[in-house]
Every structure is written in C-alpha cells, then in structure tokens.
C-alpha cells in the first residue's frame, strides 16, 4: 500500500477526468488522477455514440443551461485538439430529416435560433445550418427511405472514437506530467481543515482539491465526502456497429426525432442507435443490453434506412446517460464546487458529454484558479501527442517501408481490421494492459469476426509484453480472465 | 522462383489450399505458389485433432492432422512453394496481388491463374445481437478448439454451447474429455445442426443435455459469464416468454454457422451468391473474374473435408489450364436453378460441354426423396438434412441430353411417391 | 422379461432410432424401427461392443508448441474414454516426436496404444 500527496485529485479516467487532467497539464501544478477500471474510458465514455461535435439538435437546449453553453463552446474546440493529440476526426455532417409539411417549420426555427445565437453562445467559426429540399437529399443519400421530403443540414458534425480520444487525452495528460493510477478505487474519503485523505484500494492519498468526475458513481463518490446528494436517473439507449460492407450505404448521419439515427464511423462502418428517450435503466450500473429496445431500435433504423438488417450487426452495447435531477432539467450537468464541502469540484456532464468536455476542462481550470489554486504556466507542456501508426491506411511504400524498419509490422494479427503486430506492440507499450485496451488503441477484434481469430494471438501478444502467464491476460481488467485454465489442470484437480 | 513468373497463386494454405496447388501442379503448371497468413500449411486442420477426415478420401479414418500432413508432404513434394506468414491484403479485377510479410515487406505480383481458398469464419455473438452483458468469456467454438487443442488452455469449467454445428458438439466432446462440465448444447432449430455421428459419439456418449428449439436469450456477468437464461422458441424463432431458465456457467461457446471469408474476392470485384455467401462458379470453378477459380468453403461451407479437397482439385486443375492456355476460358452459361427445398447448388452455372459435379444442400429434412436434374438426371436419396451435403455428378455424357437452346436447369428435391 | 435398448443409427441421415430387444438370457430377439438392414449391424454392434477412437492432447516440453495431438491406434470401448484422459494428462513428451510414435501402450490394457497423430519438431 503506497501513500501519495497530491494537490488534485481527479477522480474518473472517462472522457471529463482525462479531459480535464490534460487541461491541468498545461499547468504546473501536482495532479493525479485514478480511475478503477483498467483503462480509461470504459465507463459512459465508451457507450457514448461516436458523433463528437453537437449542432442543430443541441440548439433544442435552452440556452441558460450550463451544459448548452459548454456543449457550444466545445464546439469549435474539437477539430483542434484531434488536430493535437493526433486522432482522427471526420466531418459527415448531419441531416435531420422532415416526413411532412408540419415538420417544415422546425428546420426555420432552428436556422433562426442558430443565427440568433451564433456569435453569442456559439462561435462565428461554426458554419450555418441549412435546409436541403427533397431532390438534394435524394442525391446525398440515395439509399435512405423515399418518404422524407427535406431535412437540416448542420455541416459540422463530425464523428471519431470517443475511447480514442479519453486515451490519447490521458496519455497526453501523462506526459505533461499528471500521475496517472489505473485499477485504483476510491474506497473512502474524509475531509480535513485543508486537506482530504482519500482511501483507494491501493493506498491513501493525500490531497488539497478533488475533482470529482466518477460518471456514473459521481453519486457514490460525493457521499464519501458528504458532499452532495446526486439522484441519479440512468437512463438507457441502444447502438449496434454494423459490418464494414455496409459502411457505403449512408454518409452523413440521418436521424430523425420519432425514428433513430444511423450514421457512418470513423472507421469506416455504419452504426445505429435510438436516442436513449427516458427509459429508466433496470438498476443502477446495469449495462446490459436488451431485446426490446434492440428490435425497436432496428425498426426504427430501417425506417430510416431500409437496407439496415439485423445479420449485418457485429456488435452492440447500451449506450447510456446519467441525468443528474430531473426537477432541474434533464440535460442538466454539473460542473462546480460543491455547496457542502469545499474544494470538492463535481464535474458530472449531461448529454452530450464528449462534445462539452473540451470547454468543461477550460471551466475547471477557472474554477480551481478561483478557489485558492495557483497555476502558473507549464513551460514543458507538449500538447502533441504522436499517432498510433495505422498499417492499413498506408501507402504500398509507406508499408514497405516500416516493415524494413520493424518487421512486426508484416505480420498481420487480425485479419478483418488488418491490424499488425507492431502495432499492437506499439499500443501496449503505451498502456494497454487488456485485451480490450488493445482493442480499443488500434482496433484487433474490432471487425466482423470480433477476434475470433485474432483473440489467442493477441492473448499471446500481450502475455509476452507483459511478462505474464496467458491465464492472466484479461479482456478488462479484474475478474475477466479470457483462460482460466491450463491444458489438462482440470484432471489434474480430479481424484 | 520469381513472383512475376508464377503460373498459379493459391491463397490460403488449409486443406482446399493444398488440395488445389498440387493439382495444379499435377495438370501441369510449373510455378505454383502457395499463400498462407499462418507459420505452416494445414489451416484449421491442426486444431482438429478429432477423427472422422478422410473416410470418404483416403478411405480411412483420420484425424486432422493426420489428413493435413498427407497433403502438406505432397505440396512439399510436388514442388509448390509456400509463402508462409504472408497475409494477402489486396486482390484486384486484373489479378494483382499485394500481400505482407515480415520477410519482403509489401509484395504486388501478377499469376496467370489465381485459386481463392480463404476457408471460412465463424459467426460471432454481434450477427446474433444476444442481449445481456459484454463478459469475458464469450467465444466462437472455433477460437475454443484453437486455445484446447493448439495453445494449451481450457477457457473455462463450466460450459454452455449455443448451436448445434459440428464444432460445437465436437467442443463439447473435447472440453468434457479435458475435465470440464458442459451444461447444454442449445440449438434454436428443431433439429441438430451437424452431423448426426456426431450427436452420438460427442453429446448422447457423454450425456450432455440438447436443448432442441431454445435459444440463449441472455447473458449474465460483469468480467466473466456467470450465467445464461435459455428459452424455448416458437415456431417463428422467438423466445417463449415464461419458458426462461438460467443456467450458471463460466463459459458461453458459440457455434452458429460459418461464413465463406470473401474480402479478398469483393475487392476484386467477384460476384457473391447471396445464399452461399461465396462466389458465383461455373463447372471448372471458375468466378466471373477471368482466371480466378475458388474452391472448399470460400465458396460454400462444406459438411466434410474430403468435399473440400475434391472440390478444390477442381479448382486447382482448372486454374493450371488457364494459366498454360494463356486465354480466357468461356464461363459455362447454363444456370443450375434450386427448386423444390434446395437451398443452393454450387456451380451456379454451367458449360454442358464437361463433366460437372454439383454439390447442395437442402431447406428441410426429408426422407425418400428424388433428386431431379432438369430432365436429364434423377436420383433416388433416402434422406436428406441441411446439415449433409447432396453430390450429384453430371457426366459429360449425360450433359449430352440437354436440348441445345438450355439456358437453365432446375434441380428439385421432390418426396418420393407423393407430387 | 425382455429388455429393450434404443440407439439412434448413424449409417445416414436418416438417423433412425433402432429398439433392441433382448430376452432374459441376454439374447438379442429382435431390431424394430430400423428402415435397413445396415442399422441392425450398426446397432448390435453399439450394444454389444461399443467402442470409439480416443483423440486428445498431451503436454509437451516445448514452448513453441505446448501440446501434441494424439489418438488410440484403435477403437477403445467408450466407457474407458474418460478415465483414459487421466492417462494422457499425465503424459509429457519430449521433442522430436513423430507422428505415429507410440506416446503411451496398452492404454489401461485395453490393448490399443495412444499414438502421436501430429509431428513435434525440436
């Protein structure tokens, strides 16, 4: 059991806790972070959908919501920090579709809300919304159902991986100097005149300020301190990835309010979700997914899309948001300290946390400045951060080249992805420790076959990189062992 | 030998593979290369150390390595050469190759003739979209009898089998052998989707309980599978509810169905039949890309090994000839037609010119049924299952019978006795 | 009182599921529901000698290749499968192994021996 001082502590490796520890890191100033899970990014973070910067439907919000102010001023902040951490991000744009003549009025309302707001809430470098008549939307997506006569245009959304970007931000974070701790529970605090000391399951720290960005345990977290009283409303959603095959069939993101969305990913896939409308999870921290809203999902899906089916799904999961009290609003997030105890900063945000994290982190700055913290410039700070090598989007000569200089990267491992070994080497030596860590930094067992091939010679990969017996590889973290025997123990334990 | 010179690349090296390139060099082609992702040649064959392979080939029975190895010694010795550890990542319509390895780097080539024989792959928990938890300890029967029987690992001690292929029952066999406990075997259908000697010797030997017409409904565990809920389905496959019943376990084995592996052939932009979910071939097994023939279950998945290997010579010969004769051959133009409960035929067309030997499958389960080819050929078949494939050979000879204006052949399965 | 055993035949698809009736001295009397006569072989056979080829795994001593396929080099009744598998999870053999090589003889005397059926190079 070790023991740490720290002057913050960040609480949550999702997408807030690395955003915000990456923010600090410009700074000098002590700050650590943990999280419990194996890697960052595996909590709401990695349920949320890949659509990184709102537009139009966030212009449904009402404008003295905090979390519509950090959701705008994130906007134009994206682009940029990909730009920094070196990750893709792609603009599709959205295309809010309209059924009948009713629905002609909603397009006018919001091309006027946004010009009312643009250069208020919402930065001038944000491009306009506009309204696409029948034909022009038939020309764009040729494959979506007849039925729609328009829909908005809002050319800034853009998609990435939300997981992607929660690492690269940690291991940005990082190298400028935050400690960050792994597999690390918070199990206790208690709170001094200056100082808190925090129980975590591999020690105590000690520190002055805690952010508190524990997503879906910000509750849980909060009661530890005294601090506030979170009623937590999950609520649940449904997304599945589809088959790269597919991937061609749409290129903007289409949604509708009554129907579901259905957008093209990062990597090329296409991917649909209904929008988590205000079904109340079974119980809390359940992220299971289930048949009803599965198939209702689907439905909704092939409403939009008809050549949607169900044999093309590779995968799926719940994607889901912690509401924080709806008598205050349901989009309501919180990012401020807490009226009970002092520097104890929550940091929960509301849907849609990714595209507001970037602004919030800003945010948290100002608030640790305005409760006593001194930051003083990190002369050090790098903000770039160098890019996962991607073997399958090289060049015949860029290919031949990095196999001459490591000839890991001739040997393929995954064969749907085409996914190297160098580069899973690569992703391990940057942190990946699971088999999902791995996955979700360059991507084996992210294809069609979902690592049936790949899966024992990653097990094997990171075995040996690591140092361990195979029988400790996890998929992530914890109990999750992928083999839990070795060949012929199981008779050896018989009489 | 230089990559430009090669008369036939084979890409895939399990037993449709191997089965091509020496009967490519056998026919007569002199530069005969063989690619294959893994370190050795046999594909899955290695792993499936149960017997049963070669009763209809060697007219023994083998094992799976013991099958591998008797083609693996004739590749070596008919001259083929390998190209190990290189994984194929482009194919286009003009018959390039690009491929990688840790040896040359990015390779590109031109053959004369190409054989695709990728094999097949699993399908995964995602095509099933079962809902429940994301746990460890979710795989493919397939990805299981790799870790059992090639890497060392039993995954798990107590063990649920989704689908009733034949991996899957032969999975059951090998983890009860290797101590652990199988639960079920649960299959959605109400009967059995492998063989029938296999439901014997691998599930009724060992008493293990088959749940005809259930499904898993859901999957329960945080890091591993702690349970799955079974139901009963109705006859439109969707679970009865009030029929559910949780069954603990450490392990869910998912065998159910295989998918010809086809990337390679969409790029080279070869046309796929949607049932089969492998490329349309005539008679020599010849795709509609000139010069590239396909053979064992990149095409369609076969029930036996030995279908696999013929089929593959087939290939393999064909793919020589067009690499000697330098010119295009004219793809067979008469289409074979399923009709009554067929499900596919393979080839889906043909030349009436050369013999042909046709391989299907059917819908249903039958008993005393007549094959019908056309008018030219009729079969009497005690039974038939969707799970046994249906060989019929069309003798040149008998090809001789089609009135010459033939563009199409239907092939019926029709109950004996009754219309 | 005779006695009825039942067996599902596995000469074809067909898979038929064969009675077979056995009086009290242990006489087989008769075959019904079998629709050839290759069932009434197949099934005297499962009831009077039932036996199946063992095939499985030993450890090996190579890291490159932790186990050796391995197989009876003829059929051994099945209700000695099991117990056989307790036999081979003690076994360690040691490169080269060819296939064919006899890892273990006589397994528990039913006569058959386990021999490789894949190769183990050192």
Known sequence: ?495 | MKLQDVDVAVIGAGPAGMAAAIKAREAGAERVVIMERAEELGGLLHQCVHNGFGLLYFNQDLTGPEYGHRFIEKVMDTGVKPLLETMVVRLTEDRQIGAVNAREGYITFKPKSIVLAMGCRERSRGALDIPGTRPAGVLTAGTAQRYVNVEGFVPGKKIVILGSGDIGMIMARRLTLEGAQVEAVVEMLPYIGGLIRNEVQCLHDFEIPLFLEHTVTRIHGEDRVRAVTIARVDGRRNPVAGTEKTIACDTLLLSVGLIPENELSVMAGIQLDPVTGGALVDEMRQTTVSGVFAGGNVLHVHDLVDNVSWESELAGESAARFALEGKPQKRGEISIKAGTNIRYIVPQTISGQRDATLYMRVTEPEEMVRIKVGDILTKGVRAVKPSEMLKIELPAETLKKLKEETKEIVVDCEKRGGK | MAQENTFICIGCPLGCEVTLTINKKGDVVGFANNKCKEGEKYVLEEYRNPVRTLTATVLTQSSSQPLLAVRTNKPILKTMLVQSMTVLARARVKAPVKMGDVIVANLLDTGADVVASSNLSS
């Open chain 1, 1 to 495: 059991m070790s023991r740490i001082e720290t002057e913050v502590l960040i609480v949550g490796g999702g997408i807030a806790g690395t955003a915000i520890a990456r923010e600090l890191s410009r700074y000098k100033v002590d700050a650590t972070l943990v999280e419990k899970g194996a890697d960052f990014g595996q909590g709401i973070t990695k349920c949320s959908s890949t659509i990184m910067c709102q537009g139009s439907n966030t212009l449904e919000f009402r404008s003295e919501y905090h979390n519509s102010r950090l959701v705008w001023a994130g906007m134009p902040l994206m682009a940029p920090l990909c730009q920094e951490l070196n990750i893709p991000l792609k603009k599709i744009g959205s295309l809010e579709l309209i059924k009948n003549q009713a629905g002609m009025r909603r397009p006018e309302k919001m091309i006027r809300r946004f010009n009312e707001y643009r250069g208020k809430y919402i930065s001038p470098d944000v491009e306009p919304l506009q309204f696409i008549d029948r034909e022009t939307l038939r020309s764009w997506e040729p494959n979506l159902d007849r039925r729609y006569i328009g829909a908005l245009y809002d050319p800034n959304i853009a998609v990435n991986d939300p997981v992607r970007l929660t690492i690269a931000l940690a291991e940005n974070a990082g190298q400028n100097g935050v400690n960050l701790l792994l597999e690390t529970e918070v199990l206790g605090i208690s709170a001094g005149i200056d100082t808190f000391e925090v129980q975590t399951s591999k020690g105590s720290i000690k520190c002055r300020y805690i952010i508190n960005a524990a997503g879906e345990y910000i509750g849980n977290l909060a009661q530890m301190a005294n601090a506030d009283d979170f009623a937590l409303y999950p609520v649940k959603s449904y997304q599945a990835v589809l088959d790269k095959k597919m991937g061609g069939l749409i290129s903007h993101m289409v949604f509708s309010s009554e129907d579901g969305m259905v957008s093209p990913t990062i990597h090329g896939n296409l991917f649909f979700g209904i929008s988590p409308g205000t079904q109340r999870l079974g119980k809390a921290h359940d992220h299971s997914t289930d048949k009803k809203l599965a198939d209702t999902a689907l439905r909704r899906a092939q409403e939009l899309v008809p050549d949607v089916s169900s044999k093309d799904i590779i995968n799926s999961f719940v994607g889901f948001i912690v509401f924080r009290n709806f008598e205050i609003g349901w989009h309501e997030c919180t990012v401020g300290v807490s009226r009970w105890v002092p520097r104890f900063i929550n940091a929960s945000i509301g849907f849609p946390g990714i595209c507001a994290a970037p602004a919030v982190a800003r945010e948290m700055v100002e608030i640790l400045t305005r409760h006593g913290l001194r930051l003083e410039e990190n002369p050090e700070f790098n903000p770039y951060q160098k890019a996962m090598p991607d073997f399958s989007e090289l060049s015949d000569e860029e290919k031949k080249r990095l196999i001459a200089e490591d000839p890991r990267y001739g040997h393929v491992v995954c064969r749907c992805e085409t996914v190297t070994e160098g580069e899973i080497v690569e992703a391990i030596k940057r942190g990946a420790k699971t088999l999902d860590g791995v996955k979700f930094r360059c991507r084996p067992g992210m294809g069609r076959c979902q690592g049936g091939f790949c899966g024992p010679r990653v097990t094997k990969i990171l075995a040996r990189e690591l140092g361990i017996p195979e029988t400790e590889v996890t998929k992530k973290g914890g109990e999750s062992q992928n083999l839990m025997y070795k060949s012929k123990e199981l008779l050896e334990a018989q009489p």
